[in-house]
């Protein structure tokens, strides 16, 4: 860690250790720099790293803090949030930013997915605290590189997947501890929503495959730092601005997309973390882009007290209607999750939220959880704002979401496989298919290496 984050660090403990020896108590952040803010010398050095789509909103979560640096590859796009944050400097390359303004503590990365491990590995490896979009890598060994560093480094970090800082996992988990629905042997999860015609329906046009014309590159994006680890090729808009998830090269698909947070809440509720084995079926099957819909089934051993569980994730489908779902109730919209148990079925929506029992006629006589277990932060990111200050683990530290990562990843290898898969999280190989194995990682461009 370096030399500014040890000097935020002593502060802390000197006021602590000073304010035990005098016998009084230290005034709270918040009062000392007004409503809802902390003190100016208690305020961290946010640097936000793509911060036209996303980032821009997690950025709005942090401003109880000192925006001080703002990265992105394209000008345009992140305009409006360069004029937003005036006072902070701005950069296009993450390598010239981590290396000119040492003074920032900690970083915000919301790029495409293809670059968020080698972003990641740089920042920690600086010194900085870290809070990476969802999924939190591209390949599963980039998750198992990143959980690594981030535990040498021992910056405090979290990853992008906001309904773990809900209040609605957090009542699955109770009815989950306290036997609401008994055993559970079967979960549905599932996304309505397709990338056809291969990127969302509401973004900007998109070509179906790869696009056989070049368009000239726009004067505002870097192009070559935009594909970063990816290998050279031409431009075209159906890549960039906000259509990049659904293509192989860039992006993790709907599973990458939707499949964490969805599928979050259910492995923190049941325990799970590596599954046996993975199968998937699709619909148009191609080396370019994601699938248009697919079914992924996922096998997990019994662990600690918990019987085996198939878990099965519908994309771009819906699961069949639960009998115990009442006439004139639906499925959530867009999204949710079914955990079948033997006394009951528990619904929620994308994120676990608004958990309710099925048949709805139950939840008049549930029993009410702890109220302090319940409770949730201010945001996702104040978690990790918090966690930073406090020195303890973020909801979403990298140990927990790193191996939810590789979950989510090996559903997209079963797609691309459409074979049975055997997973050994020890080896980390997939023990019958090399084809399969080869997909685990990805060839990188020289001077992209995660080092």
Same mark, same amino acid.
């Given at each position: 860690m370096d030399a500014i984050v040890r000097k935020t660090a002593n502060r802390r403990d000197f006021l602590k250790t000073a304010a035990a020896a005098a016998g009084f108590t230290i005034v709270p952040r918040h009062v000392l720099g007004g409503a809802g803010r902390p003190a100016p010398s208690d305020r961290l050095r946010i640097a936000g790293i793509g911060v036209g789509g996303m980032g821009a909103s997690n950025l709005a979560n942090m401003e109880t803090e000192d925006i001080t640096a703002l990265c992105d590859v394209d000008d345009a796009y992140a305009a409006p949030t360069f004029k937003k944050y005036p006072a902070a400097k701005v950069y296009k390359d993450f390598r010239v930013m981590l290396d000119k303004q040492r003074d920032i503590d900690a970083v915000v990365i919301a790029t495409p997915d293809h670059t968020h491990a080698v972003i990641t590995v740089a920042a920690m490896k600086a010194g900085k605290h870290v809070y990476c979009q969802k999924p939190l890598t591209h390949t599963i060994q980039e998750a198992r590189e990143v959980a690594r560093v981030a535990r040498e480094t021992k910056v405090v970090t979290q990853m992008g997947n906001q309904g773990r800082s809900g209040a609605g996992a957090r009542l699955i988990e109770a009815w989950m501890r306290e036997g609401e629905i008994g055993t559970v042997r079967e979960v549905q999860a599932w996304c309505s929503l397709t990338y056809y015609p291969w990127g969302h329906e509401t973004w900007s046009p998109i070509l179906s495959r790869k696009p056989k014309a070049a368009l000239p590159v726009p004067p505002t994006l870097d192009w070559d730092l935009?594909?970063?680890? $990816?290998?050279?090729?031409? !431009?075209?808009?159906? !890549?960039?601005?906000? /259509?990049?998830?659904?293509?192989?090269?860039?992006?993790?698909?709907?599973?990458?997309?939707?499949?964490?947070?969805? &599928?979050?809440?259910?492995?923190?509720?049941?325990? &799970?973390?590596?599954?046996? /084995?993975? /199968?998937?079926?699709? *619909?148009?099957?191609? $080396?370019?882009?994601?699938?248009?819909?697919?079914?992924? *089934?996922?096998?997990?051993?019994?662990? $600690?007290?918990?019987?085996?569980?198939?878990?099965?994730? !519908? $994309?771009?489908?819906?699961?069949p209607r639960p009998d115990e779902l009442e006439d004139g109730r639906k499925l959530p919209a867009e999204g949710g999750l079914l955990l079948r148990g033997e006394k009951g079925t528990i619904m929620a929506g994308v994120y676990g939220d608004s958990p309710q029992l099925l048949p709805y006629s139950r939840m008049k006589d549930v029993k009410k959880p702890d109220q302090g277990s319940l409770r949730v932060p201010q945001s996702h990111e104040q978690d990790w704002l918090g966690a930073i200050k406090e020195g303890r683990k973020a909801l979403s530290d990298f140990s927990e979401s790193g191996p939810l990562t590789e979950f989510v990843l090996l559903g997209n290898i079963a797609k691309k496989t459409q074979a049975k898969l055997y997973w050994d999280p020890q080896s980390m190989k997939i023990t019958n298919d090399r084809e399969a194995n080869q997909l685990l990682s990805r060839p990188r461009r020289p001077g992209w290496e995660l080092s």
């Amino acid at each position: 860690m370096d030399a500014i984050v040890r000097k935020t660090a002593n502060r802390r403990d000197f006021l602590k250790t000073a304010a035990a020896a005098a016998g009084f108590t230290i005034v709270p952040r918040h009062v000392l720099g007004g409503a809802g803010r902390p003190a100016p010398s208690d305020r961290l050095r946010i640097a936000g790293i793509g911060v036209g789509g996303m980032g821009a909103s997690n950025l709005a979560n942090m401003e109880t803090e000192d925006i001080t640096a703002l990265c992105d590859v394209d000008d345009a796009y992140a305009a409006p949030t360069f004029k937003k944050y005036p006072a902070a400097k701005v950069y296009k390359d993450f390598r010239v930013m981590l290396d000119k303004q040492r003074d920032i503590d900690a970083v915000v990365i919301a790029t495409p997915d293809h670059t968020h491990a080698v972003i990641t590995v740089a920042a920690m490896k600086a010194g900085k605290h870290v809070y990476c979009q969802k999924p939190l890598t591209h390949t599963i060994q980039e998750a198992r590189e990143v959980a690594r560093v981030a535990r040498e480094t021992k910056v405090v970090t979290q990853m992008g997947n906001q309904g773990r800082s809900g209040a609605g996992a957090r009542l699955i988990e109770a009815w989950m501890r306290e036997g609401e629905i008994g055993t559970v042997r079967e979960v549905q999860a599932w996304c309505s929503l397709t990338y056809y015609p291969w990127g969302h329906e509401t973004w900007s046009p998109i070509l179906s495959r790869k696009p056989k014309a070049a368009l000239p590159v726009p004067p505002t994006l870097d192009w070559d730092l935009w594909l970063g680890p $990816e290998a050279r090729r031409d !431009y075209h808009p159906c !890549y960039h601005p906000a /259509s990049w998830r659904a293509w192989w090269d860039f992006g993790c698909g709907m599973m990458g997309d939707r499949g964490v947070h969805t &599928l979050g809440p259910v492995c923190w509720a049941l325990k &799970l973390v590596h599954p046996k /084995s993975v /199968s998937a079926s699709v *619909t148009d099957l191609n $080396e370019d882009t994601h699938p248009i819909s697919a079914i992924v *089934t996922y096998d997990f051993g019994a662990r $600690e007290g918990m019987p085996p569980v198939k878990l099965v994730w !519908y $994309e771009g489908l819906e699961p069949p209607r639960p009998d115990e779902l009442e006439d004139g109730r639906k499925l959530p919209a867009e999204g949710g999750l079914l955990l079948r148990g033997e006394k009951g079925t528990i619904m929620a929506g994308v994120y676990g939220d608004s958990p309710q029992l099925l048949p709805y006629s139950r939840m008049k006589d549930v029993k009410k959880p702890d109220q302090g277990s319940l409770r949730v932060p201010q945001s996702h990111e104040q978690d990790w704002l918090g966690a930073i200050k406090e020195g303890r683990k973020a909801l979403s530290d990298f140990s927990e979401s790193g191996p939810l990562t590789e979950f989510v990843l090996l559903g997209n290898i079963a797609k691309k496989t459409q074979a049975k898969l055997y997973w050994d999280p020890q080896s980390m190989k997939i023990t019958n298919d090399r084809e399969a194995n080869q997909l685990l990682s990805r060839p990188r461009r020289p001077g992209w290496e995660l080092s």
